[in-house]
C-alpha cells in the first residue's frame, strides 16, 4: 500500500474535459490527464484491498464489473504513488497488451467495483493506467516483442479489431507465424472505424499496429474471408484460423417508413465519417452528413451517443435522442448494489456538448419511434413517436406498452438507427458449415469450434461488448490455439 491515508487526504481528481464548445470545432480528443503529480496523489488513494475488487473481473446482474484483463492494480497504484512508472508499466503490461486503447475508452469496470466508491468515490483507475501508457511511450520503453524463435507454425486471424490484434501479439508472441485478415482498408476494427476519434486518435491505433508489424505480425487487408479468399484454403495453407470478425450486424427498426431516404445504421454513418476524415479530411465528401439537419438518433447506448458527438461536430440544425428506457436516478437504485456496475444516470460527453450547443437534455427518455413521415420525393421528413412503459413480468422479461395519447411528431431529415446489434454477420460460419458453441454452452474449449483448429473469439463470440473483453478473449484464444497448434 502506497499511502496509508492517501484515501482520507486526497479527494478523486478525474480527467478534465476541455470546454464543449471548443471541443466540438474539432476530432481531438475531449479529455486531459491531471499533472503526474497529482496523478501520484491519486494512485495513493488506492487501499490495496485485501480482496481487490478491482482487478476481479466478473458478471454480475448482466453487466461487467472489476477488470476482466485482471490487471494488477493495486500493485502499480502502489509503484505510481512511489515513483516507479517504469516498474508500473511492466506490471500493466504483464496482463494489458493495449493498455492505451483501455486507458482512453473503457467504461472502466474497475472503478465501479473498487472498495474506496463504498467510503466516498473510486480510485480514478482508468486514467492511472493512461497516464502510465502514455509515459512508456514518451520515455521509449514499449518496444516490438520480437520472438527469439520461431516454431514454424502458422497461424491465420479473421479481424483486426482488439481481439484479433491482441491474439495475433500473443501467439506472435510464442513464436508462431502470424497473418491478420482484414476487409477493410485500414486495420484496428472498431478502434478505427467505430469509436469516433474524439475518444481515441488514429495515431494512438496506428502507433501500436506499427509496433505489431515491427514484431513480425503480417497484415493483409481489402481482404475479405469467404468473399475475396475463401476460408477453406485458408484451412489448408494455415495450421489453425481464429475467426474475430466482431458483432457487425445492425439491429433494424421495423416501422412504417423505414424505406425512406435519410434513415442510416449508426455504423454506415460513424465508418463512412472517419474514413472520409482519414482518406481527405473530408475533402473527398464520401461521409452521410447531419450539416444543417433535424436529426434523431435513436438509441440509448454508447453508438448512440457517439452519433450524437459525430451530428454536432457535423454542425446539425437540432438533436433528439430516443431512449425506450425512462430516466435513471442520480444514485444507485434499489437491487443494484456495490460492486454491480451501477445504474444511474450519466451525462456523457456527447450529452454535454448538446447541452452546451442547444441549452438542453438532448434525450428524449422512455420514448420510441412509431413510424417514420417521408415527403412526396421519399425523403424522410420527420418521426412520429411514442411514450413507452416497460413492464418486467414475473419471468423477468421487459415488455414494452406504448402509453396511448403520447404520439408527438418531431422534424426530422436524418435518422441514426443505434438499437444494438444482432451478432457476427453469418454468412462465413454458414458457406463453410462452421458452428461455434453457445456462450451458455458448458464446453471443454469454449473459443474453439466443431472444426478442429478453428477457433473464434472477441465480440463474434460474446457479442457486442467491449474492447476490455475482446482483449482478454484474444488472449485466451490465443493460448487455446497455441496448445493445437503445439500438439498437432
Ligand atoms: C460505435 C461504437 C463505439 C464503441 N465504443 C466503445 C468504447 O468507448 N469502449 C469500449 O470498451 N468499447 C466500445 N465499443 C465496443 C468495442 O469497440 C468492441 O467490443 C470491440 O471492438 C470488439 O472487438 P473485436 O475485435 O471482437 O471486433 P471488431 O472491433 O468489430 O473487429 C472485427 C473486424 O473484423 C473484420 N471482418 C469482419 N468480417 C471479416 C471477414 N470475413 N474477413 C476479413 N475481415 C473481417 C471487420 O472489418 C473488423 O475490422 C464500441 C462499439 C461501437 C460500435
Ligand atoms: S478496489 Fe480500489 S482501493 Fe481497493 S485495491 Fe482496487 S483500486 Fe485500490
Redesign the pocket.
Known amino acids: 500500500m502506497g499511502k496509508e491515508t492517501g484515501f482520507i487526504d486526497y479527494k478523486r481528481q478525474p480527467a478534465t474535459y476541455r470546454e464543449p464548445l471548443q471541443r466540438l470545432k474539432d476530432w481531438k480528443e475531449i479529455s486531459t490527464l491531471p499533472p503526474s503529480r497529482d496523478l501520484v496523489n491519486q494512485a495513493a488513494r488506492c487501499m490495496d484491498c485485501g480482496v481487490p475488487f478491482c482487478q476481479n473481473g466478473s458478471v454480475l446482474s448482466g453487466m461487467t464489473t472489476g477488470c476482466p484483463l485482471y490487471n494488477l492494480i493495486p500493485e502499480w497504484n502502489e509503484l505510481v504513488y512511489r515513483g516507479n512508472w517504469k516498474e508500473a508499466y511492466l506490471r500493466l503490461s504483464k496482463t494489458n497488451p493495449f493498455p492505451e486503447f483501455t486507458g482512453r475508452?473503457?467504461?472502466a469496470p474497475c472503478e465501479a467495483g473498487c472498495v474506496a466508491s463504498l467510503y466516498e468515490s473510486s480510485v480514478t483507475i482508468k486514467n492511472i493506467e493512461w497516464a502510465i501508457i502514455d509515459k512508456a511511450f514518451e520515455e521509449g520503453w514499449v518496444t516490438p516483442k520480437i520472438p527469439n524463435n520461431r516454431t514454424g507454425k502458422k497461424v491465420a486471424i479473421?479481424?483486426?479489431?482488439?481481439?484479433?490484434l491482441a491474439s495475433a501479439s500473443e501467439l506472435n508472441q510464442y513464436g508462431h507465424s502470424v497473418t491478420v485478415?482484414?476487409?477493410?482498408d485500414r486495420i484496428g476494427?472498431?478502434?478505427t472505424y467505430?469509436?469516433p476519434k474524439m475518444?481515441i486518435e488514429q495515431h494512438v491505433v496506428d502507433r501500436r499496429i506499427n509496433l505489431l508489424k515491427e514484431s513480425g505480425i503480417e497484415f493483409v487487408t481489402n481482404?475479405?474471408?469467404?468473399k475475396d479468399y475463401p476460408l477453406e484454403t485458408l484451412h489448408s495453407e494455415y495450421d489453425s484460423v481464429i475467426i474475430?470478425?466482431?458483432a457487425?450486424k445492425p439491429r433494424d427498426l421495423v416501422v412504417d417508413g423505414r424505406e425512406l431516404e435519410g434513415i442510416h445504421y449508426?455504423?454506415d454513418y460513424?465508418h463512412s465519417n472517419t474514413k472520409s476524415m482519414l482518406d481527405s479530411n473530408f475533402e473527398d465528401g464520401n461521409f452521410i452528413s447531419a450539416e444543417g439537419k433535424d436529426v434523431i438518433v435513436i438509441g440509448g447506448g454508447?453508438?448512440a451517443t457517439?452519433c450524437v458527438s459525430t451530428a454536432l461536430r457535423h454542425n446539425c440544425k437540432s438533436l433528439v435522442q430516443f431512449d425506450i428506457y425512462p430516466e435513471r436516478s442520480g444514485s444507485r437504485p434499489e437491487g443494484n448494489p456495490w460492486p454491480e456496475y451501477p445504474l444511474i444516470h450519466k451525462l456523457d460527453h456527447g450529452h454535454e456538448e448538446a447541452v452546451a450547443k442547444f441549452g438542453k437534455e438532448p434525450r428524449s427518455f422512455a420514448t420510441s419511434a412509431v413510424e417514420f413521415v417521408g415527403d412526396e420525393y421519399g425523403q424522410l421528413a420527420g418521426v412520429k413517436s411514442a411514450e413507452i412503459k416497460t413492464i418486467v413480468n414475473e419471468n423477468g422479461e421487459k415488455i414494452r406498452e406504448k402509453v396511448p395519447g403520447t404520439e408527438k411528431f418531431w422534424p426530422a431529415q436524418l435518422v441514426l438507427l443505434a438499437v444494438g446489434f444482432e451478432g457476427m454477420?453469418r454468412e462465413?460460419l454458414e458457406h463453410s458449415n462452421l458452428e461455434i458453441p453457445k456462450r451458455t454452452d458448458q464446453v471443454e474449449n469454449r473459443y474453439g469450434t466443431n472444426k478442429a483448429g478453428t477457433f473464434i473469439a472477441?465480440?463474434?463470440r460474446r457479442g457486442?461488448?467491449?474492447?476490455?473483453?475482446?482483449i482478454q478473449e484474444g488472449k485466451e484464444v490465443a493460448a487455446a490455439c497455441n496448445e493445437y497448434v503445439m500438439n498437432h
Open positions: 475508452a473503457c467504461p479473421i479481424g483486426s479489431g482488439p481481439a484479433g485478415f482484414e476487409r477493410s476494427g472498431l478502434l467505430g469509436i475518444k481482404t475479405e474471408i469467404g474475430c470478425t466482431g457487425t449508426a455504423m460513424l454508447d453508438t457517439d454477420e462465413l472477441g465480440d463474434a457486442s461488448s467491449l474492447i476490455v473483453w475482446a
